[in-house]
């Protein structure tokens, strides 16, 4: 028996080791981590400010690789000392953003392990950052990235900044390197930019707001960004800008940076001037190279914010074709020149504005648009959010979501799989096309609208058009049969439609209510194109794109990847085409006939003629073109759309009139030496006959009649005009008659059921924004890379 000495451990304890040797192991760990510090920070450079603040040019290419523009070359920023920085901007900036600037070190180590910590798991990386650390991230590294490596750089180097330079001198750089969107840096050129006067005259008010753009321009600049993101709209900047300009002052006030009689006197957001592009960006310059910056800064991966690419040295190309944007402003130009005279009508032909996009069907590549007369001086992007509604270029979507998920049994409920649904063939089914017909449910029960009202649904001039089929109606441009029809196949399966055409399902009014099929949304001009271009590549989508690829010092940064989804057969693409052929051939678009080759399209035009469209495609290109009247400084939101009678001394603005002309003699230029491609013979749908909306049909007649006599005047107030059909148009509830498609009927918008929304929005404004119309139960409204 072996016995052990009494001083032994035994068992487990023997592998424990002595709380001396566990301190010693511990200060040794720290002696070692403080040493490594020491080291670091002794080794660490200050970087040389002015080398790492050099501007830079960034260059975009036209589609065949040569020059477009060299924008920028010197950074719009005038350096300044803090003495000429008011006192309220500085107290301004440090209530909001580092309370403790003028006594801590300069760094914020709860702030860096909470960042570090998000980092480590994925998370947000941005935030723990002092006032120090953000002007040495700014101006003292060239490394942007937001890895840990930067981060500990940026830490060390703060830590030194902060030993070596006066408060008040960071706290000027901080201000002079900022960046406050529309390519301002720095306080002198924000203050300029933005109120056009000196820093050193800043009151607090617009102090306040300067240090919001400090959140983020894009988020916070009331002209908005929503090229960018469509979250960004003007209205929601405005929103976001008030919201932290009153909170910033309240901060001042907590502080006492600012009396409260002072605070008292600002109750109104200060007047902020409008976003102007440099002059090197007019004609259309400007709105390619917006377009283009969008598309890269919404899909880098490599994290490329706006404040990094205004820095410059980025070689950006794009798949605009010079040709045809020439093409294209060409063709506007013409029509301008010939029939619109402010100076002769001015009552009718001011504020006349056109827009347009061009797309490659095969892969979604933007070859062309028209943002407007110049850039410097029309600053809304035409081709982009206008909030223009689209009419009726959106039936389409309409007979596809017909053709694709079929009407629903009448004798079932709402929701219904594709085993009890009919295909509809647009050749042999029929509609009763009549003026004032009223709409009813797919069970035949007659819609109302929250408050019991009916919808008499209105054609053009108050044309009836008995019984038609899908085909005539669409040629035709008759609007009764088509609002029955997505009432049948159901709201929610149009917009599904649509959206796997390619538009936005953020510029789709959200409103289930029969006009939504008479086209009362607003997408862009791009995703119009885009949509039919869908189309025109047999149903298989490719988003519309301008941005091929990015460098940067030589390396690739980006490169656009083709992601092309099949969103309909090819029987259905095919026969949509085939019926859109017929809009040319035979119908309301007959003005945009090409002399060459096949074309398939179609006309729209607005209630209260506010805006008007032709969408039309071959098989190599799909063009949209749109008309309306707006002045240049309203935003999207509170844009008043302009009605057209009169306009270019015309009785009235249809799809078929000035938009035809301009897309026929464009895709004449843009096609001329292409080879003329015919479309594929449409498919066998295997669709059925299908009656709707009272046509004749083995069914009982209705009890109530579908057209309903004149009435006699109504005694409430009429409801705001509605968005109607282009050439035949027409709107929601009518029982008066009237030719222009207005409403002066029985129902009444509310505005809780004004549908609001782009990138490129419904409603009142979004994706691309809102007209002065509303959207309800039984009235539309003239809303809308």
Do not use: C
């Amino acid at each position: 028996m072996v016995d052990y000495p009494r001083s032994g451990k035994r068992g487990w304890r023997r592998w424990v080791p002595s709380w001396k040797l566990t301190t010693g192991l511990f200060l040794l760990f720290v002696a070692g981590l403080m040493g490594t510090a020491a080291l670091a920070y002794a080794m660490v450079s200050v970087p040389n400010e002015d080398l790492s603040a050099k501007a830079q040019n960034n260059v975009y290419y036209w589609a065949d690789g040569t020059q477009m523009v060299a924008t920028g070359g010197e950074v719009n920023r005038q350096i300044i000392g803090i003495e000429q920085i008011p006192r309220v901007m500085q107290d301004a900036v440090v209530s909001a953003e580092n309370k403790t600037f003028w006594t801590d070190s300069g760094i914020d180590p709860v702030g860096i392990g909470r960042a570090l910590w998000n980092m480590i798991n994925g998370g947000d990386t941005q935030g723990g950052s002092t006032i120090t650390q953000q002007y040495v991230k700014n101006n003292r590294l060239n490394d942007q990235s937001q890895t840990l490596t930067r981060k500990v750089k940026e830490l060390f180097i703060s830590i030194r900044v902060g030993g070596e330079m006066e408060k008040p001198a960071i706290l000027a750089g901080y201000l002079n390197t900022a960046y406050y969107g529309r390519g301002a840096y720095g306080i002198q050129a924000a203050a300029r930019t933005y109120f056009g006067k000196n820093a050193k005259d800043l009151d607090a008010s617009e102090s306040a707001f300067l240090t919001a753009l400090l959140k983020g321009a894009t988020y916070y600049d009331p002209a908005g960004s929503p090229e960018i993101d469509p979250a960004a709209t003007a209205q929601a900047n405005r929103e976001r800008a008030e919201e932290r300009w009153s909170w910033i002052l309240d901060e001042m006030v907590r502080d006492g940076r600012l009396r409260p009689d002072e605070r008292a006197q600002f109750t109104e957001f200060p007047e902020v001037k409008l976003r102007t592009p440099g002059a090197q960006l007019g004609g259309q310059t400007g709105y390619l190279v917006r377009t283009a910056e969008a598309n890269f800064l919404n899909r880098n991966d490599a994290g490329i914010d706006a404040r990094q690419l205004a820095q410059g040295g980025y070689e950006i190309h794009t798949t605009f074709d010079k040709e045809k944007v020439e093409a294209l402003e060409e063709a506007v130009k013409k029509v301008y020149d010939e029939h619109i005279d402010p100076v002769k009508r001015p009552e009718t032909d001011t504020h006349v504005q056109f827009g347009g996009a061009s797309v490659d069907p095969s892969t979604g590549a933007i070859v062309a648009i028209y943002g407007g007369t110049d850039a410097t001086r029309h600053f809304t992007n035409n081709a982009d959010q206008t909030g223009a509604q689209v009419g009726s270029t959106f039936k389409p979507f309409v007979l596809a979501a017909a053709m694709r998920d079929g009407v629903r049994d009448e004798d079932l409920g709402p929701a219904q799989d594709a085993s009890t649904r009919t295909i509809v063939d647009p050749d042999s089914s029929v509609y009763d096309g009549r003026n004032k017909l009223r709409i009813r449910n797919y069970d035949g029960s007659v819609w109302r609208d929250e408050n019991g009202d009916e919808w008499l649904q209105v054609n053009d001039g108050d044309a009836s058009y008995t019984n038609v089929t899908l085909r005539e109606a669409m040629e035709k441009s008759a609007n009764s049969p088509y609002v029955q029809l997505g009432m049948d196949v159901g709201i929610d399966k149009v917009r599904q439609a649509a959206v796997d055409a390619g538009l936005l399902e953020s510029s789709l009014v959200e409103a289930d209510v029969p006009s939504f099929s008479l086209g009362i949304s607003s997408p862009s001009a791009i995703r119009m194109a885009g949509a039919y271009a869908t189309f025109a590549n047999e149903g298989e989508r490719n988003d519309p794109y301008s941005v091929t690829r990015v460098l940067r010092q030589g390396e690739v940064v980006y490169e656009h990847e083709s992601a092309p989804e099949r969103a309909f057969s090819t029987a259905v693409a095919g026969n949509i085409t085939d019926v859109l052929q017929g809009v040319v051939e035979n119908g309301t678009g007959r003005n945009a006939r090409l002399e060459d080759r096949e074309a398939a399209g179609k006309t729209g035009t607005t209630d209260g003629n506010n805006s008007a469209w032709f969408v039309g495609y071959t098989p190599q290109l799909s063009t949209a073109i749109d008309m309306y009247r707006f002045p240049d400084d309203e935003t999207i939101e509170n844009r008043t759309f302009q009605s057209m009678f009169g306009t270019g001394n015309q009785p009235k603005i249809h799809g078929s009139s000035f938009p035809s002309q301009i897309w026929h003699d464009y895709m004449t230029e843009a096609l001329d030496g292409a080879r003329a491609l015919d479309f594929p013979e449409p498919e066998d749908l295997n669709g059925e006959r299908v009656f709707g909306g009272g046509a004749v049909t083995p069914k009982p007649a209705p009890t109530e009649p579908d057209v309903e006599p004149d009435p006699p005047t109504p005694t409430r107030p009429a409801p705001t005009p509605s968005a109607q059909d282009d050439d035949n148009s027409g709107h929601g509830s009518d029982s008066s008659g009237t030719t222009d498609g207005s409403s002066t009927g029985t129902t009444n918008p509310t505005p809780e059921e004004t549908a609001t929304s782009d990138a490129d929005g419904g409603g009142s404004g979004g994706d691309d924004g809102g007209g002065e119309d509303t959207v309800n139960g039984a009235t539309t409204g003239d809303t809308g890379n």
